[in-house]
């Protein structure tokens, strides 16, 4: 471990286990740590979980599933692709992952934002939710596999299908399966039969634009590239068609 | 079988969050190459296993003996042991028989005696039984006769050039037992696991194994029983009670005995869904249909993802809505497949390319049509990447 500055730590995490490394950056925080860069990270699970400040969390390889479960304000930056799981139930903070991310991104969020730069896995933001102010958001740069949003409850996920090429469309399937609550934006369009039945799709009002627009900017900000570029092109909306889809599913 | 219950907890995070881990690597130039990065990737999951069974696969193994079927046997008795050898005499030529040499580490509790033979087909029994069948139908069935009618005695292992280890522990601990960093192979497979169903016992470690074909599985086959019945009408029995048996039997029916390419095998173990169907062409339409109406039976329901390998290939395949993770990455004109990403990055850091293919879409590595190097750049694209 290295102490930079007095509030600046960097700790080389190769061989540390899951448990010991976050231990390690519970005391770190505890003690006022500011910025840590963990280097070396190779698959430790439940980075930053249960950490309540807003420390900013470099992470340098690949952590482990769970990047950030549960975490209540800080700002975790991978520089490479993150596993499954990540923002799993997160209640406050930022993941930005500077690569792609695997299956179940955003699970469950109850607050705070992910950007990933490029694709993620099966079923992204699966069952977010939002209450009053609490509104999570998922902002995906490349596409995503089947099952996005499902579930989805609450909060922003924003699809930008920006490594698409000419012509080529979004392939996942079941967009939506089961949506109840929060909103769906997409670059570029989808067939019907890509949708779940529980979604309606719209166009964008200006306030949409505007929603939209915000975290687009977060996003080139984080991946250094053209906002007004990616703003200028076709987007739709999909909003959930009902707000108990499944209400008469158990009621005999 | 270990009572996890008496493990200490430091860290009084007593959920155990589990899942079993896959692992395989296979250098599609044919290059052979060491355990030791297999044995560190798959230890780098240790978590998502319990310590209740780690295996390897490992093909190119034996040069020395190319054309001599390895069987691979656990006895845990005596008499099983002259049991077998006389059952192996009768029919085989013994050409070398020697014990597996282990190391014991302290987490290896009671291991069996493993017994390794290099057989071939004596020819007066080939020229009587081999008429009709081929002589792998023959090693299959006798395989089968003697893990089903001699007790305490089990062959896990009986392809050519190839092996299987596997036991009760972690894989990295198994590895340390048959002390496989000293082995070398060109493609190898690795198993960590988190038994759901059935006990932790020595046989019931993956991979499992039918002639020269492996397979590690995490997941659970939920159409086990629909897919044992149909096996059994082909002379499969199956015995370990455990679901990841009926992919090796299926895959030896259809791959060996039936001929069909892995991308085939693919759609019948992962089908499209019929809406799905529909939309494709009319050729594909009628393929894929005639595939789903044949082999129903086959089907696996559920979530899974399995790496299966034999002589010269390793695929990768999930179910259709991938509820269990895999993730490729290629350096040069080695193939990786992982439950993890990390656990390929700890090994290979520098990959040319890593990505998160679809579900049902078969990823596959072969001698055939070996990697070219370079030919995968540095530009990921997680989704929606067509296998090789």
Redesign the interface.
């Known amino acids: 471990m290295i102490q930079t500055t007095e509030n600046e730590i960097t700790i080389d995490a190769a061989g540390v286990s899951f448990r010991d490394l976050n231990t390690k950056l519970r005391e770190k925080v505890a003690c006022g740590a500011e910025k840590i860069v963990l280097l070396n990270v190779c698959g430790q699970r439940y980075i930053g979980t249960d950490l309540n400040s807003p420390v900013a969390i470099n992470i340098v390889g690949t952590p482990g599933n769970n990047l950030g479960s549960f975490m209540d304000g800080p700002q975790i930056t991978v520089y490479g692709n993150a596993q499954d799981g990540s923002g799993n139930t997160m209640n406050d903070g930022q993941i930005i992952v500077h690569g792609h991310a695997g299956d179940i991104t955003g699970l469950a969020a109850r607050g705070g934002n992910i950007f990933v730069r490029d694709d993620v896995g099966y079923r992204a933001g699966i069952h977010m939710k939002e209450y009053e102010d609490k509104k999570p958001a998922l902002v995906i740069g490349g596409t995503a596999q089947d099952f996005v949003g499902e579930y989805m409850a609450g909060g922003v996920l924003i699809l930008l299908g920006l490594n698409l090429k000419q012509g080529e469309h979004h392939r996942a399937n079941y967009i939506g399966t089961g949506m109840h609550g929060g909103i769906i934006y997409i670059r570029g369009t989808v067939e019907e039969y890509q949708l779940g039945k529980e979604v309606g799709v719209a166009e964008l009002t200006e306030d949409d634009y505007r929603v939209l627009g915000e975290y687009v900017g977060d996003y080139a900000d984080h991946f250094d590239c053209d906002a007004k570029q990616i703003m200028n092109s076709s987007f739709i909306k999909l909003y959930p068609r009902y707000l108990r889809p499944y209400g008469r599913l158990y009621a005999y | 079988m270990r009572d996890l219950g008496h493990i200490q907890n430091p860290?009084s995070?007593g959920k155990v969050i589990d899942s079993c881990s896959i692992f395989g690597m296979m250098d599609t130039s044919g290059k052979r190459f060491s355990g030791e990065g297999i044995i560190r990737a798959i230890g780098?999951?240790h978590?998502r296993g319990n310590g209740l069974g780690g295996g390897f696969a490992v093909y190119g193994l034996y040069p020395e003996h190319p054309d001599d079927y390895a069987f691979h046997i656990m006895y845990n008795s005596d008499a099983a042991k002259i049991e077998t050898e006389e059952y192996l005499n009768h029919r085989f030529d013994i050409n070398l028989a020697e014990v597996v040499p282990t190391k014991l580490n302290e987490a290896i509790i009671n291991p069996p005696l493993v017994i390794r033979y290099f057989a071939s087909i004596k020819p007066e029994i080939a020229h009587a039984h081999c008429v009709n069948q081929s002589q792998d139908d023959y090693v299959v069935s006798r395989v089968m006769e003697i893990n089903t009618h001699i007790a305490d005695s089990f062959v896990f292992s009986s392809g050519k050039n190839m092996a299987v280890f596997k036991g009760v522990g972690y894989p990295e601990e198994i590895a340390e037992y048959f002390q496989l960093a000293q082995y070398e192979g060109y493609l190898w497979t690795a198993h960590g696991r988190f038994p759901t169903n059935t006990r932790g016992w020595w046989g019931g470690a993956h991979p499992f194994s039918i002639h020269d074909w492996t397979v590690v599985h995490n997941g659970e086959i939920s159409s086990y029983g629909t897919n044992k019945r149909f096996l059994e009408e082909y002379g499969y029995e199956c015995t370990m009670q455990t679901d990841t048996e009926v992919v090796a039997y299926a895959v030896d029916l259809l791959a060996r005995r039936h001929n069909l390419p892995v991308e085939i095998i693919a759609k019948v173990f992962s089908p499209p869904f019929w809406?799905?169907i529909n939309?494709r062409s009319p050729e594909q339409q009628e393929m894929l249909g005639t595939l789903r109406q044949v082999y129903s039976g086959l089907l696996l329901n559920g979530p899974f993802t399995i790496i299966l390998a034999h002589q010269g290939e390793m695929i990768g395949l999930t179910d259709r809505?991938?509820l269990r993770?895999l993730?490729v990455g290629v350096k040069g004109s080695t193939l990786y497949l992982s439950s993890?990403?990390?656990?390929i990055?700890?090994i290979c850091p520098d990959l040319d390319k890593?990505?998160?293919p679809?579900?049902g879409e078969p990823i596959i590595g072969s001698l055939k049509s070996p990697i070219i190097p370079g030919s995968y750049n540095q530009n990921?694209?997680?989704?929606?990447s067509q296998g090789i």
């Open positions: 860290y995070d780098n999951m978590f809406h799905a939309r809505i991938r993770p993730t993890e990403e990390s656990a990055r700890l890593a990505w998160i679809m579900g990921s694209a997680a989704a929606g």
